[in-house]
């Protein structure tokens, strides 16, 4: 079986972020730690997320996938912003303890023309000061679709990154199905080729979660603008393909695709019927 949910606002608080999911039929959900452009988080409030954690026992709930702010770079050209990206990471996953054993997924970063080698040490070695070998939350690398000088627009890219870590095995993968086929992957032709190039380059079992998005755009056109399930380039039959394959079993599914809580909820219910037929 796998989980599905969607974005939801923090702006009610993590109780009330597990009754909006409830109420949408999901069980699991993603959220921003903070302003997706970056900025001050919530002050932390245990009681909230205690009561979080016993709606989602109740509710059998699946792991949650917590989103970092987009602007968070940790591979700037500009020191000042790399640092501000890693107290930021830091600050994330000391909140993220609160709610033990979630996953907080961020994108790599961009290099800005400082080159990809540079790019991934300065990932790497941000992450081997923020990540900690008792901390019980999986930070997960997301697959990116190769805009700009995105870092981690190949799979190879991100399995450079898990083998500079001082602690892999606290570092997993998010599968981003618009980013990837943007980046490159036939998720539409050939899924069994892309998850089996996945499994032998990073391995699925570091595969955590997926990013469950249709692409407005063609597979390598590098956009990264996400569509609703069936609208896109990807469409219907491959998505259903995805959600129903055995290499992707026990993951929750995220939907990051342009809808209101109304348009989220009719994507869980076709979602849900995809997985019936
Ligand atoms: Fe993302
Ligand atoms: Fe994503
Ligand atoms: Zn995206």
Not at 26 to 49: I, L, S
Request: charge should be negative; charged fraction near 25%.
């Amino acid at each position: 079986m796998v989980w599905l949910g969607s974005h939801l606002s923090f702006s009610g608080g993590y109780e009330s972020m597990g009754q909006t999911a409830l109420r949408m039929g999901e069980d699991t959900f993603a959220f921003f730690t903070r302003n997706p452009r970056g900025g001050k988080a919530k002050a932390p409030d245990g009681e909230d997320a205690a009561a979080l954690e016993t709606l989602m026992a109740e509710a059998h709930f699946g792991p949650l996938v917590a989103h970092a702010p987009y602007t968070m770079n940790l591979c700037s050209d500009k020191p000042s912003v790399r640092t501000f990206a890693e107290d930021m990471m830091a600050d994330d996953l000391r909140r993220m303890a609160m709610l033990p054993g979630h996953f907080y997924n961020f994108h790599p970063g961009s290099h800005v023309g400082q080159g990809l080698e540079n790019g991934i040490t300065m990932i790497t070695e941000a992450l081997n000061r923020v990540i900690s070998p008792t901390m019980t939350t999986t930070v997960l690398l997301e697959t990116m679709a190769g805009k700009g000088s995105e870092v981690g627009g190949s799979f190879e890219e991100l399995r450079e990154i898990l083998d500079r870590l001082d602690h892999p095995e606290k570092v997993g993968i998010c599968f981003d199905t618009c980013h990837v086929w943007d980046g490159g992957y036939d998720i539409v032709g050939d899924p069994d080729g892309v998850l089996t190039a996945f499994d032998a380059i990073i391995g699925l079992d570091k595969l955590k979660a997926v990013h469950f998005n249709d692409s407005k755009n063609p597979c390598g056109s590098r956009k990264d603008r996400h569509e609703k399930l069936g609208q896109g380039c990807i469409g219907e039959e491959a998505l259903k393909r995805l959600l129903r394959h055995p290499a992707l079993d026990g993951r929750p599914f995220i939907l990051e695709t342009p809808n209101d809580e109304a348009g989220y909820c009719e994507e869980i219910a076709v979602m849900r019927q995809w997985l019936a037929e």
